[in-house]
């Protein structure tokens, strides 16, 4: 999810081809330091790629962990919304209006509508980013990562959890008949074969499925209607499965096979750049984390996350707070601590990154007939409707098939 973003938005202005968006930052470009950085902000380098959606997960992280997010960090999202609800991946001068040049995107605006609803108070803002994500749905009943472009797995996928998130049925958000459902389904591989039940990001230029980890892991929780805090199902061991008609839950079991087995072996996704050797992908791996556990249960993702909870701390702090974000859905959607995360302090670490938010406050339990009165962590809030990577965009993943 950390750098899948971040590379789509560099894909949809021709910097970089071949990427997908959202989060695997250890294989996204690097971006440079920002001598001065917007107050409010989340994170210490540029945000010209990856500002909203960083924000974005670094706020519904918190919520999660009980934290209200500071006022000058919901502040400074929503001062990134267009007039017309989207939301680019940064804007540096919100003063002035959204124009032609300004490059809305798919992923932004649907993280945004997430984070939107976790911090509550937010109803008008998310309801024209919602509006505009409707008004872009494509004719397969999909989204692709800019405006009019064609669908994929993970920005379908996030804004999947987008509309949970913000109350509405995806099966019924519907164009030219088709929901964001039918467009994941014609992007899920068979059980046998190469990629035996995984997504592929996008069709080729022929028409042909390649399987893409990034991609499915976004998928699984797409087909799950589910967003980027999500929780862990129902325990299952559901098998890759072609029989009869192919399902968003048999589809989203399919996926789930594909990543236990993916990560069976090292306990980690894999990614690489062309000419180079292969690279545990951390990002992608925290994403197949919480994919596995909402798909089939915690135990279905112990593996890859011990393999986390061993080796994401370096990787999370040079990386920053869609890291942290993405180790945090982890951590709660597998029945981990957040807050002793192999000897990590990922909900402290990633407060650290900018405006410190409200702390938990703590409220006396009500007195019953039959017991005492104890003292409870009063947790202020809720997060995300359980359930979506963007495995997904922007923390960084590419569209490099994986198979």
């Not at 919520?63 to 919304?81: N, S």
């Not at 509508?113 to 108070?121: K, M, N, S, W, Y």
């Not at 749905?137 to 996030?158: C, E, I, K, L, M």
């Not at 007939?369 to 809720?382: K, L």
């Amino acid at each position: 999810m950390n750098v899948r973003r971040s590379a789509a938005a560099l894909a949809a202005v021709g910097v970089l081809a071949a990427t997908s968006p959202a989060m695997a930052a250890d294989s996204s470009p690097s971006p440079s330091a920002s001598p001065v950085l917007p107050s409010g902000l989340y994170g210490s380098t540029d945000p010209k790629y990856d500002g909203v959606w960083r924000q974005s997960l670094a706020l519904v992280a918190q919520r999660a962990a009980g934290y209200r997010p500071a006022a000058e960090a919901v502040d400074w999202l929503t001062g990134q919304q267009c007039a017309n609800g989207a939301f680019a991946a940064f804007r540096p001068d919100p003063a002035q209006a959204c124009d032609a040049e300004v490059m809305v995107d798919s992923n932004s605006t649907a993280a945004a509508v997430q984070a939107l609803h976790a911090v509550d108070g937010q109803d008008g803002h998310m309801a024209k980013a919602v509006g505009w994500l409707k008004s872009v749905q494509n004719a397969d009943g999909g989204w692709g990562y800019a405006p009019g472009g064609p669908s994929d797995a993970n920005s379908t996928s996030v804004v999947i959890g987008a509309l949970t998130a913000a109350g509405d049925k995806p099966a019924d958000v519907v164009k030219s008949g088709r929901s964001p459902y039918d467009a994941l389904l014609k992007l899920a591989l068979p059980c046998t074969g190469d990629g035996a039940g995984a997504f592929a990001y996008q069709p080729d230029k022929k028409g042909k499925l390649a399987a893409n980890a990034d991609a499915t892991a976004a998928a699984v929780l797409g087909a799950l209607g589910q967003g980027l805090n999500a929780g862990a199902g129902k325990t299952s061991d559901a098998a890759c499965s072609d029989s009869g008609t192919l399902t968003p839950a048999q589809a989203a079991a399919n996926g789930a096979s594909y990543l236990a087995q993916a990560v069976a072996k090292d306990g980690h996704l894999t990614s690489a750049l062309p000419g180079a050797p292969a690279q545990p992908d951390y990002g992608n791996t925290a994403d197949a984390v919480v994919a596995l556990a909402a798909q089939g249960g915690a135990e279905r993702a112990l593996k890859p996350l011990a393999w986390l909870e061993k080796n994401a701390a370096a990787w999370a702090k040079q990386s920053g707070p869609a890291a942290y974000a993405q180790l945090i859905f982890a951590a709660d959607a597998s029945g981990a601590d957040p807050r002793d995360f192999g000897g990590t302090d990922l909900v402290r670490a990633l407060n650290a990154t900018g405006p410190a938010p409200q702390q938990p406050a703590k409220k006396a339990a009500k007195k019953s007939d039959d017991s005492g009165s104890t003292s409870v962590w009063w947790i202020v809030g809720t997060g995300l409707v359980a359930g979506i990577g963007i495995g997904f965009l922007l923390s960084g993943r590419r569209k490099q098939q994986q198979l």
